[in-house]
């Protein structure tokens, strides 16, 4: 779904991009309080491990989006990852990872282009978090509280954010397309293909999540505070029992090894596996290509990048080459997002010690 430049003209590009980078200051805010809150005990632990972990989802999104599957007759669909996002580590949290991973395909792998960028953005991190963390809360809030309640509203708001997307983009495409086609013909092509993709999306989200809550659900941002409240009864009333952190199995504990479990699956994907992924065009190529649209595209600007179309320049042998662009893809996005959540956690903390100085010397 990542749009190339010229599909979309250069003032409703440029006000997706203002939206986008409104957003992405909107969400830094925003994922200092959520990065702190997973700090907190009982909530994961420390905030030594939070900016490792919140760069590893943006690097399983990264290495999940090259898996490209089969959705119909020629179309393939791959992970938007912004249901997963916010699910695992926040809605804010959430728009900065998927963020994060456009970027570097853009600017590493030249895929989706540069003026588009804040068209992807708004399509593919911005929506798919939005709809999906809101229509997640909205059903965990009326099904019971229990964990395959968590997957189950995973499956549905992974689901339903993929046409959202897909309906966002035709309404950009609407106010700025550069082509004379018809917009019914393109909204129905690009939300039929989507309901598609969505229903892959899906099937993964609910399964990353699902898995992740078996050995830690204290991990899952979108699953805290979803247990059954323990009653005690005193002096012949009910009252809830005070709150204590959920036991974790023994063998995970160590949110190290949780994180290289998903850091190796992360290489695997994307070094091996993604091989053999679909090489089908995906839903908006193929809309773009069926309706014409496909015509105003753009040269990327780093088209001739060492790692364009996501294999190694001068690496001859094609199973190789994809493999190395993978696994140096997932090496540089969990290295950058981590550094990106790294820096967010220390402005929260040197917020809180000013904070803390200014009411001491008020108080003084």
């Given at each position: 779904?990542?749009?190339?430049?010229?599909?979309?003209?250069?003032?409703?590009?440029?006000?997706?991009?203002?939206?986008?980078?409104?957003?992405?200051?909107?969400?830094?805010?925003?994922?200092?309080?959520?990065?702190?809150?997973?700090?907190?005990?009982?909530?994961?632990?420390?905030?030594?491990?939070?900016?490792?972990?919140?760069?590893?989802?943006?690097?399983?999104?990264?290495?999940?989006?090259?898996?490209?599957?089969?959705?119909?007759?020629?179309?393939?669909?791959?992970?938007?990852?912004?249901?997963?996002?916010?699910?695992?580590?926040?809605?804010?949290?959430?728009?900065?990872?998927?963020?994060?991973?456009?970027?570097?395909?853009?600017?590493?792998?030249?895929?989706?282009?540069?003026?588009?960028?804040?068209?992807?953005?708004?399509?593919?991190?911005?929506?798919?978090?939005?709809?999906?963390?809101?229509?997640?809360?909205?059903?965990?809030?009326?099904?019971?509280?229990?964990?395959?309640?968590?997957?189950?509203?995973?499956?549905?708001a992974a689901l339903i954010s993929v046409p959202a997307s897909a309906v966002v983009f035709t309404l950009l495409y609407a106010v700025g397309g550069t082509t004379d086609v018809s917009i019914g013909k393109v909204a129905t092509a690009m939300v039929g293909v989507h309901v598609l993709i969505?229903?892959?999306?899906?099937?993964?989200?609910?399964?990353?999540?699902?898995?992740?809550?078996?050995?830690?659900?204290?991990?899952?941002?979108?699953?805290?505070?979803?247990?059954?409240?323990?009653?005690?009864?005193?002096?012949?009333?009910?009252?809830?029992?005070?709150?204590?952190?959920?036991?974790?199995?023994?063998?995970?504990?160590?949110?190290?090894?949780?994180?290289?479990?998903?850091?190796?699956?992360?290489?695997?994907?994307?070094?091996?596996?993604?091989?053999?992924?679909?090489?089908?065009?995906?839903?908006?190529?193929?809309?773009?290509?069926?309706?014409?649209?496909?015509?105003?595209?753009?040269?990327?600007?780093?088209?001739?990048?060492?790692?364009?179309?996501?294999?190694?320049?001068?690496?001859?042998?094609?199973?190789?080459?994809?493999?190395?662009?993978?696994?140096?893809?997932?090496?540089?996005?969990?290295?950058?997002?981590?550094?990106?959540?790294?820096?967010?956690?220390?402005?929260?903390?040197?917020?809180?010690?000013?904070?803390?100085?200014?009411?001491?010397?008020?108080?003084?």
């Amino acid at each position: 779904m990542h749009a190339p430049d010229g599909f979309i003209d250069v003032p409703i590009s440029a006000a997706a991009g203002v939206l986008a980078a409104g957003a992405i200051a909107v969400s830094l805010r925003g994922a200092r309080r959520e990065l702190d809150d997973t700090a907190r005990p009982g909530a994961g632990g420390g905030a030594e491990r939070t900016a490792p972990l919140a760069g590893l989802v943006a690097a399983f999104i990264f290495a999940v989006q090259m898996l490209n599957f089969p959705v119909a007759a020629g179309t393939s669909g791959h992970l938007l990852g912004g249901a997963l996002a916010a699910i695992l580590v926040g809605p804010y949290t959430g728009v900065l990872c998927v963020s994060v991973v456009l970027l570097l395909q853009s600017v590493l792998f030249a895929d989706g282009g540069l003026t588009a960028l804040g068209v992807n953005i708004t399509t593919m991190a911005i929506t798919t978090t939005v709809v999906a963390y809101a229509l997640f809360r909205g059903l965990v809030k009326v099904l019971p509280r229990s964990r395959r309640s968590v997957t189950a509203a995973s499956f549905v708001a992974a689901l339903i954010s993929v046409p959202a997307s897909a309906v966002v983009f035709t309404l950009l495409y609407a106010v700025g397309g550069t082509t004379d086609v018809s917009i019914g013909k393109v909204a129905t092509a690009m939300v039929g293909v989507h309901v598609l993709i969505g229903l892959g999306e899906a099937a993964i989200t609910a399964l990353t999540v699902g898995a992740v809550i078996a050995v830690r659900p204290d991990l899952v941002h979108g699953a805290r505070g979803l247990g059954q409240k323990l009653k005690l009864r005193v002096n012949g009333e009910l009252v809830d029992a005070p709150e204590t952190a959920e036991p974790v199995p023994a063998a995970a504990r160590s949110p190290r090894k949780v994180w290289i479990a998903g850091l190796v699956t992360s290489l695997v994907l994307a070094g091996f596996v993604s091989f053999y992924a679909s090489a089908n065009p995906d839903g908006l190529e193929k809309v773009a290509a069926d309706h014409g649209i496909d015509k105003q595209a753009e040269e990327h600007a780093v088209g001739d990048s060492p790692l364009a179309d996501y294999g190694v320049k001068d690496v001859d042998d094609a199973r190789l080459s994809g493999g190395l662009a993978g696994v140096i893809g997932v090496g540089v996005t969990v290295f950058a997002g981590t550094g990106v959540f790294w820096a967010v956690r220390r402005r929260r903390a040197a917020d809180e010690r000013a904070e803390d100085t200014t009411s001491a010397g008020t108080s003084v």
